[in-house]
């Protein structure tokens, strides 16, 4: 299992946003901090401002902030938001499976438990968990 770029960099974008509570920030900025291209970003800002995780402020003084607390907004949400599927293997995939085994292989239902497992942890986890410490003690002005 692999996370697309486009996970990676919506982790980044909300990591940023969470050591800076309260500030507008542009997604130009937040761009040209982590070398992500600022076209890229700015979809990934989008679809995460219409899965309420973003507020987006448009205009002169406009920019990003997060929606919620870091503490609200869980990692396996996220994930799921900006994956497109996690169909580790052929035979995950509802179309027809070309695998000849499909019916006899414990391989789907393995992978499906493992994908499982993975989504429970990291639904426990809040992205102030990748925060470091000093910045959720910041205030928020």
């Known amino acids: 299992m692999r996370l697309t770029d486009y996970t990676d960099y919506a982790l980044r974008l909300l990591m940023h946003l969470g050591v800076n509570p309260g500030k ?3 997604v130009r900025e937040i761009a040209d901090i982590h ?4 076209n890229h970003l700015c979809k990934i800002a989008h679809q995460l401002g219409i899965d309420g995780v973003l507020t987006t402020l448009r205009g002169r003084a406009g920019g990003i902030q997060l929606a919620r607390p870091p503490e609200q907004i869980m990692l396996g ?3 799921r938001m900006t994956e497109p599927d996690f169909k580790m293997v052929d035979c995950f995939s509802e179309a027809a499976s070309s695998c000849v085994l499909a ?3 414990r391989l789907n239902g393995l992978l499906a ?8 942890r990291l639904d426990q986890v809040p992205l102030s968990a990748l925060l470091p410490a000093a910045a959720l003690s910041l205030p928020v002005t």
Request: charged share 15%; aromatic share 14%.
């Open 24 to 26: 507008i920030i542009t």
């Open 103 to 105: 019916g006899r292989c």
């Open 113 to 120: 438990e493992a994908t499982a497992a993975f989504f429970a």
């Open 35 to 38: 070398r992500i291209s600022y």
């Open 77 to 79: 949400a996220v994930i």
